[in-house]
């Protein structure tokens, strides 16, 4: 090490040979990236066992020789789809689930059709949910369930458990769900009721486009999309990161369609007047008041979530009824918490230990 | 070891992260403003309008070309999903009914399911 100068002069010529090897591979691997596919998502071997319309109910086969009792339903947001959950083989936190011996449902949504821009609030909450838990009783021959949210399946879980507050649900699990809209500010300015007219988008387009929700998400953060180009760039020559780059870039653009008056109560219920956070919700014309939920409930929140910040998700545990009740804070941001490396290092062995003890 | 102080290619990541970050919070902060907001939604309430009228002239000026329209692409594509839902919908039936007979005649039995027995190891149970 040259002492003066804090420069290690003898690794230059070592340095600079590995940059140009990584320049000969870059062009290499960018002419692969284009004329080849990503990695299959989501291929945990399942049965599709109800679809109806934009809902579809997933069991995924056992792989554990013994299971637990209890089995689990995952919701899924409802702007995303479900695979996030299940990436590929070693990055899946369904398979990790069935390893370690649960017995796992998803309620998944299709993109709703233009006739379905119908579809309200209660339809979601008051039947595709109770639907599913039917025939989740129904096929594991179990009579409580858990019942995992992810982001706004989460708020879905947290309507549909504070509606049904005497079961079937015996836990429930929510990850990075928003509970004071007020909160996520930037969100709350998009759509201020002085100069967003939702009606007017509504009547006009029917479902809102997956453009449209893609650019918000995106308008979070926008110059992250142009660097996280820059940096696949960077280390295209190594295949791991071009892999999970393909992955979560795939994923985070399948954004689906949100059914018009479904996002009209959206807007008007949670966004504009905070129903959920203010004790005034109510789905279909009966409260839902998230007080009223007395089962086990553990909220995994991350500590850098730019689309559900903190402050949105924190007077989840204050709110609920529940006496056996946790709110976990691990690192990573909003997707990083429930999937990839982080994930498996923090979140899903923490959900074990917390959830065997409760489902047998 | 290489000093990362002096690494080009670390500084530059280093200057790209930061720069990502300034950038973001830059703009997050004018995100905020009600002008911002006053200005996207007059934009996007304005395109959204526009946009029906253009498509509405699309579709006519195609079906005068007797070329199919995006809305009835689109309609194919959602029949093909329909069909595609349906067979979904049977083999879930079929699903059902397999699982309902226990053995039916001339099909396989269903895979039996594992017992609901498990413990975790905090009660005595064992990790598999």
Known sequence: MNAHAGLDLASIPERIQSEVQRAIQRSIKGVEYFATSGPALGSTPKDILHVRGTMNLYHYRPIANEIYRVPILIVMATTNRGYILDLVPGQSFIEFLLKRGYDVYMLDWAAPKPEEKSLRMEDYVLDFIPDCVRHVERDSGEADLTVIGYCFGGVLSLLYGSIFADGPMKNLICFTTPVDFREMKLFQNFSDRRYFDVDRLIDSVGNVPPEMILSSFEMLRPASRAASQVQLWENIWNDEYVKSYRMFDRWATDTLPLAGEYFRTITRDLMWDNKLYNDAMSVGGRPADISKITVPVLHAVAEHDHIVPYDAAKPLIQKIGSADKEEVILKGGHVSLVAGANAIKRLWPKLDSWLGERSI | ?128
């Open chain 2, 1 to 128: 070891m290489a000093d990362k102080s002096n690494d080009p290619v670390a500084i530059w990541q280093n200057m790209m992260g930061e720069m990502e970050k300034g950038f973001n919070a830059f703009a997050n902060r004018a995100m905020e403003s009600p002008e911002f907001s006053k200005v996207v939604n007059q934009v996007g309430g304005a395109s959204a309008g526009a946009q029906n009228q253009f498509g509405e002239l699309m579709d006519k000026y195609l079906a005068n070309m007797n070329l199919p329209s995006r809305a009835q692409m689109v309609s194919m594509a959602e029949r093909l999903q329909s069909i595609e839902g349906q067979l979904n919908e049977i083999k879930a039936l079929l699903h059902q009914v397999h699982h309902n007979s226990g053995a039916p005649a001339g099909g396989l039995a269903p895979a039996p399911r594992p017992p609901r027995t498990r413990r975790p190891p905090s009660a005595g149970g064992e990790q598999k």
